[in-house]
């Protein structure tokens, strides 16, 4: 029976993540959900930054607390294993439908691309982002980065085995593929407010310490073949480096 529940709290985990995904992808494109970067309750403009920047922080803080290896060691202690990634997934959804719901817009303009090829351009940006980001998860194992493969293998019956670090296709340019992603979507808009400026600084600062941590954890985890990894690839801008 645990094993059941194990599955489908996985399950469930990742159909609301993926719920959660593309309302990000309207919340800053601002279509079709109801309150984006741009359109949510008013608010003045300090207590709009000061509330905006807390939801950004308390995003940070989870993902990159909840992804140490610290805590895992210490959240296995009070749940079963096979579930730590899905519960890290259901907290990163809690908090990421806190920021949607409780963001506060800054709608003055810092800049307006009039011309339509250059919207089409920004718009095209935006949606190579998001497609970087999503193929990213699947070239490091999408089930496995969401919690599925874990509790798929305990409902088999079966241990859990790492997958092991494989840099392929994408990671053969940058090393957070992801990462760049991500920024390249958040940065991407024709018309940048203020709100939406302050969620792209405030976000792509959160990812250049996050990328650290992350290597941090990797390179004590897998040693020189990281090492000789990060010496070959870049960080995430994909600029070839010159040999010595």
Request: proline share 6%; aromatic share 14%; hydrophobic share 55%.
């Amino acid at each position: 029976m645990a094993r059941h529940l194990a599955l489908a709290y996985g399950a469930l985990n990742y159909l609301c993540f993926l719920a959660v995904f593309v309302y990000l992808v309207g919340f800053l494109g601002n279509f079709v959900v109801p309150r984006s970067v741009d359109h949510g309750p008013p608010a003045p403009v300090g207590l709009a930054a000061a509330i905006d920047v807390l939801l950004v922080t308390l995003f940070a803080v989870q993902h990159s607390v909840m992804a140490r290896p610290g805590f895992k060691r210490w959240l296995v202690r009070v749940i079963p294993a096979n579930i730590e990634r899905s519960t890290y997934v259901l907290a990163s959804n809690l908090v990421l439908v806190l920021l949607y719901w409780q963001w506060r817009p800054i709608p003055a303009i810092m800049w307006n691309a009039t011309l339509p090829a250059e919207r089409a351009v920004l718009w095209g940006l935006f949606w190579i982002g998001w497609a970087i980001a999503l193929v990213s998860t699947f070239l490091v194992s999408h089930v496995d980065l969401f919690g599925l493969r874990q509790v798929y293998l305990a409902w088999r019956a079966q241990p859990y085995t790492h997958v092991g670090f494989h840099a392929r296709a994408l990671y053969r340019v940058v090393r957070h593929p992801l990462m760049l992603g991500f920024v390249i979507a958040f940065w991407a808009t024709p018309t940048m407010t203020a709100g939406h400026l302050l969620f792209a600084l405030a976000a792509t600062g959160y990812i250049l310490v996050a990328m650290r941590l992350e290597e941090r954890d990797l390179i004590a985890a897998l040693g020189d073949e990281y090492r000789h990894y990060r010496h070959r690839v870049p960080m995430l801008v994909p600029v070839r480096r010159r040999s010595r």
